[in-house]
């Protein structure tokens, strides 16, 4: 009998080291799994995708690229796919209504997982609640995305060449183009033959050993031209290096705006002719009767007039300067003739 007892605690020893062993290896599992721990230690989210691209359960969930759950269910909601999400309750304060869910990929040729940024802006996102999301810059998926976008955009401008659109669809299939280009390489052909046969300008600085020498001694010039200048000589030069000559256009400048500066204030002659109208119609006036006297004049209106218009009177007042003059000549020639003085005494 106590045998019997002893074999049956024996057993019990044996059952209760096995279930510690059990649930010691299923929580290093839990542990090791990196899928955010026990149950209690983890809460379920949901995200909805057009393409899950071979996602399935059990694939890793990254929030901020490190590891926090996993996937645990994938199910449809009408035409998109709806992707059950347990994450490590700890990253709950990091999953925000400003995070978005992508698609990504444990390697380039790896299963897929979810892809989750971090965010600490917005408001937590409450268990089972839905994590906006989206296409994730630099993902394997945007990859692919805008490579099959531009393969798409490739074909069609292969289409397009071939239906002849375009410069490069035209030299392809149009035959007067192509003639035309044809032309074009045989009329530079032919003008590199006249280069290399001396022929023309080009022709001749290119084979004529003068023509270089005349161009090299230019430059020459040009070359000490400027050198001078660097050095200060000439007008140029002590424009450029002169601090006295650039003083000077400095003050001149000055003297200039001052200048144009007190005839905008309409000091001095030329301001009060720009800005006072009282001296504008002075002006003006005076105008008016100057062109009234020159139209006068043209009319033979008064002496000037007539002089200018009446002949005979131009010739009779030019008869008097002629008599004028030879009485002048006569009085000097004789002077005592017209000077005859007479003395008489009472």
Known sequence: ?????????????????????????????????????????????????????????????????VEVGSVSDTQFVGDRVEVVLQIARDMQP???????????????LGEAAVDITASS?????????????????????DVTSQAAEGIKELTGLLQ?????QGTIGRLLTDEA?????????????????S????????????????????IEASLQNVEAVTARIRAGEGSLGKLLSDDAM??????????????????????????????????YDRLNSMSERLDKVMTGLQAGEGTAGQLLKDRQLYENINGTVTELQRLVQDIRANPRRFLNVRVSLF
Do not use: C
Not at 121 to 141: F, H, K, N, Q, R
Not at 256 to 268: A, H, K, P, V, Y
């Open 1 to 65: 009998m106590p045998r019997t007892r002893s074999l049956a605690w024996s057993e019990l020893k044996i059952g209760l080291v096995t279930v510690f062993a059990l649930v010691m290896t299923t929580m290093l599992i839990f542990l090791l799994s990196g899928e955010g721990g026990f149950f209690w230690q983890r809460y379920s989210l949901k995200a909805v995708f057009p393409n899950i691209a071979g996602l399935k359960p059990g694939a890793p969930v990254r929030v901020a690229g």
């Open 94 to 108: 990091l999953v925000t209504s400003t995070s978005v869910a992508s698609l990504g990929s444990v390697s380039l």
């Open 121 to 141: 802006d917005g408001t937590p996102i409450p268990e089972w609640g839905y994590v906006p999301s989206g296409t994730a810059a630099g993902s394997l998926t």
């Open 160 to 164: 397009e060449t071939r239906a002849g």
């Open 177 to 193: 183009l192509y003639e035309e280009i044809q032309s074009l390489v045989a009329a530079v052909e032919s003008v590199v033959q």
């Open 195 to 214: 280069v290399n046969q001396g022929r023309g300008t080009l022709g001749h600085l290119v084979n004529d050993p003068a023509t270089a020498e005349a």
């Open 246 to 279: 650039a003083q000077s256009l400095t003050s001149t400048t000055a003297n200039l705006d001052s200048i144009t500066g007190r005839i905008s204030r309409g000091e001095g002659t030329a301001g009060k002719l720009i800005t006072e109208n009282e001296l």
